[in-house]
């Protein structure tokens, strides 16, 4: 059995969290042969919950699963991680612009990037040890303060922040209008933040039918949806879902952060590209060092 990875997820007693625990325990992000430690954290407020969690993912036997640990200390939760999935932080709720959330935000991640300098494991060589994925909101923002504050000893292109929701929504939605499963489109561009101001982009997808590949707009075949509600149904998805169930997509948001982490440990397949906000190079006209939501294709750990 290969040496074990020490997985830390933080908010591990919110909904996101609750949701995210159990699909990297079992495998689905690093592997089901791959040895995982579990580092739950969150305030400790959340003690009991925290401690209930431990207890489910004990009680469902994997295998694979050697270790949980539940703290309240950002010196016991960042000690030695390997991966990091950054998902604890001020909820957005109803009526609430991610712009509102900043202020309080901004201390959290200030101080998490801090610790990880502190705490996580430095780089070796050319490959990083340490990979951080930020999936609280505003995420672009939240990242970008946390890599600067880790940059002593952590490069910026360790951290990487979540766009794959808002990837995801925009592949169901061809897939839907298509008349095909989700598998058969690739190549949707998120481009920009997680926010209102982002620019779902269709114009470089394809959809396969009846063993066909064809472009995304000639696939649906309507060009007025491509260019307006397709765009919207996107960009507002999450606030339609915060007025329906009065709280922040939960599962979706843990499936998409799973589907991040896999892809930039893996790569993609020859051709295909999926949408991650990562420190700018200055392509595309985007500053450097701003993290913006970008095609990301193979190759992904070496190279964003």
């Avoid at 502190?118 to 050319?126: G, R, S, Y």
């Avoid at 896999?262 to 701003?290: C, K, R």
């Amino acid at each position: 059995m290969s040496t074990a990875l020490r997985v830390l997820i933080t908010g591990a007693a919110g909904q996101i969290g609750y949701s995210l625990v159990l699909q990297i325990a079992k495998g689905d992000v690093f592997g089901r042969d791959t040895p995982i430690e579990l580092v739950l954290f969150d305030i400790p407020l959340m003690t009991n919950a925290l401690e209930s969690i431990q207890m489910e993912l004990i009680d469902c036997a994997l295998s694979n699963l050697i270790g949980v640990e539940a703290v309240t200390s950002e010196k016991e939760a960042f000690t030695n991680v390997d991966f990091a999935f950054l998902a604890g932080s001020m909820p957005r709720k109803e009526g609430m612009e991610r712009n509102d959330l900043l202020a309080a935000n901004v201390r959290i991640f200030k101080s998490q990037g801090k610790d990880l300098a502190e705490f996580a494991k430095p780089t070796t060589k050319l490959i990083p040890i340490i990979e951080v994925l930020v999936v609280s909101n505003p995420a672009n923002t939240n990242a970008f303060i946390c890599a600067k504050y880790a940059a002593r000893k952590i490069p910026a292109r360790n951290f990487s922040a979540l766009t794959r929701l808002d990837h995801n929504r925009a592949v169901a939605q061809i897939a839907l209008k298509a008349g095909v499963t989700a598998d058969k489109v690739k190549n949707v561009i998120v481009w920009g933040n997680h926010s209102n101001t982002q620019f779902p982009d269709a114009s470089h997808a394809t959809v396969t039918k009846n063993g066909v590949e064809h472009k995304a707009p000639f696939a649906v075949g309507d060009s007025n949806w491509i260019e307006n509600e397709f765009i919207t149904t996107v960009r507002d998805r999450g606030g339609v879902i915060i007025e329906k169930r009065k709280a922040c997509s939960a599962f979706s948001a843990a499936k998409a952060a799973c589907d991040h982490m896999y892809d930039w440990i893996t790569g993609t397949p020859l051709g295909s590209f999926i949408s991650m906000s990562v420190p700018s190079d200055g392509s595309y006209g985007v500053p450097e060092g701003l993290v913006f939501s970008f095609p990301n294709g193979q190759l992904l750990r070496d190279s964003n």
